[in-house]
Nanobody, 120 residues
Framework: QVQLVESGGGLVQAGGSLRLSCAASGRTYAMGWFRQAPGKEREFVAGIRWSDGSTNYATSVKGRLTISRDSTQNTVYLQMDNLKPDDTARYYC????????????????WGQGTQVTVSS
């Protein structure tokens, strides 16, 4: 079982930036970030493969949110720039054990989430 711990959420004004971190207790095939806003379903945001850093993104966040990894620290980051009120959500880190999980879901491990609130 891989434990995931997110940090870095908070309150920020529209146009501002935040960086989320996710520390993993073990290695997975790939990692991802998801978010869930009140009253909405959880949605995929971005994913990254440990081995080569390949990434995938939801269309809605391309160019504003960037996922990265530090293999030496077993940590994944989500840099969020030019934030909008619509980005307000609880952000979850997740781990995928294999290629299928990474590309098609579902992911196998989940953190508790960190809240991001963007004020207008």
């Amino acid at each position: 079982q891989v434990q995931l711990v997110e940090s870095g959420g908070g309150l920020v004004q529209a146009g501002g930036s935040l960086r989320l971190s996710c520390a993993a207790s073990g290695r997975t095939y790939a990692m991802g970030w998801f978010r869930q806003a009140p009253g909405k379903e959880r949605e995929f945001v971005a994913g990254i493969r440990w081995s080569d850093g390949s990434t995938n993104y939801a269309t809605s966040v391309k160019g504003r949110l960037t996922i990265s990894r530090d293999s030496t620290q077993n940590t994944v980051y989500l840099q969020m720039d030019n934030l909008k009120p619509d980005d307000t959500a609880r952000y979850y880190c997740a781990g995928a054990r294999g290629l299928s999980s990474w590309l098609q879901g579902p992911y196998d491990y989940w953190g508790q989430g960190t809240q991001v609130t963007v004020s207008s």
